[in-house]
């Protein structure tokens, strides 16, 4: 048993004898604990995305040599995305003449949902864990993979051409660069000897990060495009490439269901650099520090590399993209789960 899941079973396990003790149902002790977890990860996912998305406008502002966010709520203008939300919040919910008004509805929330579910798995200390299941590794990859379902929703029942242009490149770019993503995961999960995510931070700890073990940064250098990929960062950005498909698969959203899709965005953005943090960096390994703060400086420094690289290199086109993943990328990752494998057979790697 894992640090972080041994603690949260401490904390629920004194929680139950005192309601218990008080002649409760045990049932909804357990309804009320998961309630109360998925409103503590939303609400932290909520205030991370409006700072991301802050964060992100100073420092394309700065890679370009412009301001940036500097009037609203001071002289940084720290409180520009909220006052975007309210704005959001305020406009008027739309839907096009023709489209299939059931499933235009729910695509922006099963694109949302899953970003805030894999959260459940996510190691923020040695503490602070929702859930360390037994399958984590892979109850994230199949979580992951689901909001391509909404997208795809979303582009066709806007009944627009724009956007099931746009919904089909995502289908095809999220579902090819998928493979050498999970390959590399494959990689960790071979050295680990564990899906359990727990167990991974385990075996990094004391400074052993997953990162320092050949032939692991391969795999690294894998996950991290793939993860760009995933999360349709430049050059990725072909479903919603705004000079060719205006938005892409959400060019029909507006109001709240539109920032739904942009929740999603940066919530999945976040997830990949801590969920990176936790297969390649030790996760809230690091001395000094809270457990806590080593984890979000190693996931911040994953995301502002995710954001130089969206501010300085170009938009590629969907057929060199598709070509990169196919020709260059998914052999790559199987050469590395090959490699892997044989090195740690023949004690290579401890």
Same mark, same amino acid.
């Given at each position: ?37 998925a409103a503590i990860v939303t609400a932290f996912i909520l205030v991370t995305v409006l700072f ?32 975007? #939300? ?35 798995v996510v190691p923020f200390s040695d503490r602070w864990m929702v859930r360390d299941l037994n ?91 793939? #993860? ?38 940066? #919530? ?14 030790? #996760? ?12 979000l400086v190693k996931t911040y420094a994953v995301m502002l590399a995710i954001m130089w690289i ?41």
């Amino acid at each position: 048993m894992s640090t972080a899941q041994a603690a949260a079973s401490g904390v629920y396990q004194s929680v139950s004898e005192w309601w218990l003790g008080r002649e409760l149902p045990l049932w909804l002790l357990g309804a009320i604990w998961m309630v109360l977890m998925a409103a503590i990860v939303t609400a932290f996912i909520l205030v991370t995305v409006l700072f991301l998305v802050w964060l992100e406008r100073k420092i394309s502002g700065d890679i370009q040599a412009r301001v940036g966010p500097n009037r609203t709520g001071g002289r940084f203008g720290p409180l520009q995305t909220a006052a975007d #939300a309210l704005k959001l919040l305020t406009k008027e919910d739309l839907v096009p003449d023709g489209a299939d008004r059931v499933v235009f509805v729910l695509a922006p929330f099963l694109v949302f949902v899953p970003a805030l579910l894999v959260f459940m798995v996510v190691p923020f200390s040695d503490r602070w864990m929702v859930r360390d299941l037994n399958l984590g590794v892979l109850f994230v990859i199949a979580v992951s993979a689901f909001p391509v379902i909404g997208i795809f929703m979303a582009g066709w029942a806007s009944n627009n051409k724009y956007a099931i242009l746009g919904a089909m490149r995502a289908a095809g770019q999220v579902l090819s660069y998928e493979i050498p993503l999970v390959l590399a995961v494959v990689c960790v999960v071979v050295v680990a000897g564990s899906l359990r995510v727990g167990d991974i931070v385990e075996a990094q700890r004391g400074g052993h990060w997953l990162l320092f073990r050949f032939p692991l940064q391969i795999a690294f250098v894998i996950y991290f495009i793939a #993860a760009m990929a995933e999360v349709n960062r430049v050059p990725f950005d072909l479903p919603e490439a705004e000079s060719e498909l205006v938005a892409g698969y959400f060019v029909e959203y507006s109001g709240m269901r539109f920032a739904l899709f942009f929740l999603a965005e940066f #919530a999945h953005l976040f997830f990949v650099a801590a969920f990176c943090t936790t297969l390649f960096l030790g #996760a809230w390994d690091g001395p000094g520090l809270h457990p806590a703060i080593w984890f979000l400086v190693k996931t911040y420094a994953v995301m502002l590399a995710i954001m130089w690289i969206r501010w300085t290199v170009p938009r590629l086109r969907i057929d060199q993209i598709m070509g990169f993943a196919w020709k260059l990328l998914v052999p790559a990752a199987l050469a590395a789960v090959l490699l892997t494998g044989l090195v740690r057979v023949t004690g290579g790697i401890q």
